[in-house]
């Protein structure tokens, strides 16, 4: 324990011997806490000590023991530190999985938190302060998250007064070589990753993570991103770059519920060039400061100005729908190796895979996109 403490061989990444157990044999499961095509999250009680824990089960279809072992040292050798999830030395394989135990967090995540209009400001800034401790401790070991999101997020106070970082999967060596990274959410993504094409290696930095942090730091205070992609072939983010370049003295629609204190902030997080992009330590010069101007903030929607017309609403979510539609077919022919992976995963659960996923997220869309034509016209008549 005092050596992880330390931080004492935090590169030193060693092939851990596993056993194999039968997680029934010495577990109660208790609940599925979540469940995706890389990982099963399960609330468990272990029988011995009676000790409520959570099982990370990650499928061996999708990673190899090489990758896990990465996740587990560091997700363990992190966890000492206050605003980091605590990870037991607890680690092992079953017939599909490899899975080690990690601390129960009551609240869920971030992301079931963050409601439409975002957080009340004091709770942002208690989750800017507790993030960028947790970030700043990985950084002080040349460590990038690589994956800083909503989601990696987990509240354990409903005020926000303790709020922990996890999810170590894509964690590298500051300096090391990646492709961009499939599970990340594109608004999160910084533009020197997103202007990469497709299997394009890049040098991991810590300023990628700074980025990532400016984004959340917005979703919580808005409860929506500031835009779909951080690329010039987004109308929001050219809007952005324009401002921050000084090309003009217009605020961004989207930014203009914010004092000039808390922009100064998204300015140097967001930079576009992450060598002049604020280190993570930056943010607590801020934490004194209004972040949400209210008399602005008043006028003006998280998302968009107040009394915008439901017909730019539904274009705006419309160009959404056909973004994430033309992903989906521009990954296609990278996928398929891994979605025939996945297919004899699920197949070995007994689950058929033969429905046209595209096609029903296509028509949760269309049917979401009805749904606002036939609502907001009844909101505005009331």
């Known amino acids: 324990m005092r050596n992880r403490e330390k931080g004492f061989g935090i590169h030193n990444i060693q092939k851990k011997k596993l056993d194999d157990i039968d997680i029934s044999s010495e577990y109660d499961i208790q609940n599925i806490l979540a469940e995706g095509s890389y990982a099963r999250i399960l609330l468990v009680r272990h029988r011995r000590t009676n000790t409520k824990v959570v099982l990370k089960a990650i499928h061996m279809e999708i990673t190899n023991e090489t990758e896990f072992n990465r996740e587990y040292h560091y997700s363990y050798y992190l966890s000492p530190h206050p605003n980091v999830l605590s990870v037991y030395p607890v680690a092992f394989t ?18 079931g938190s963050v409601r439409a209009g975002g957080l009340p400001e004091l709770q942002c800034k208690r989750i800017a302060e507790q993030l960028s401790s947790a970030v700043g401790f990985l950084h002080s070991l040349k460590l990038v998250h690589r994956d800083l999101k909503l989601e990696n997020i987990l ?13 170590f999967g894509a964690t590298v060596r500051e300096g090391s070589l990646v492709t961009k990274h499939r599970c990340t ?7 020197e990753i997103c202007e990469l094409v497709s299997n394009e290696r890049y040098e991991c930095k810590l300023t990628s993570d700074c980025w990532q942090i400016g984004i959340i730091l917005y979703f919580c205070l808005t409860g929506c991103s500031p835009w779909q992609s951080a690329d010039i072939s987004d109308g929001a983010y050219c809007n952005f770059m324009r401002w921050q370049k000084r090309k003009t003295t217009k605020v961004p629609v989207q930014f203009r519920g914010f004092t000039s204190r808390f922009l100064r902030l998204l300015r140097r997080l967001l930079e576009r060039k992450p060598e002049k992009r604020a280190s993570v330590t930056e943010i607590n010069k801020y934490l004194k400061d209004v972040w949400m101007d209210r008399k602005t903030s008043a006028r003006t929607s998280s998302c968009g100005p107040v009394g915008a017309s439901s017909s730019a609403i539904n274009i705006s979510r419309r160009e959404s729908l056909n973004m994430y539609l033309n992903q989906l077919d521009d990954k296609t022919h990278l996928v398929d190796e891994s979605k025939n992976r996945l297919k004899k995963l699920l197949n070995g659960y007994g689950l058929e895979t033969s429905i046209d996923q595209k096609a029903i997220s296509k028509r949760v869309w269309e049917w979401l996109l009805q749904c606002d034509h036939q609502a907001i016209p009844k909101f505005e008549n009331v």
């Open 94 to 111: 079953t017939q599909n999985c490899f899975v080690f135990a990690q601390e129960y967090a009551p609240l869920g995540d971030l992301s």
């Open 155 to 167: 509240v354990f106070a409903a005020d926000m007064s303790v709020v922990k970082l996890c999810d």
């Open 185 to 191: 959410w594109q608004p999160f993504l910084p533009p």
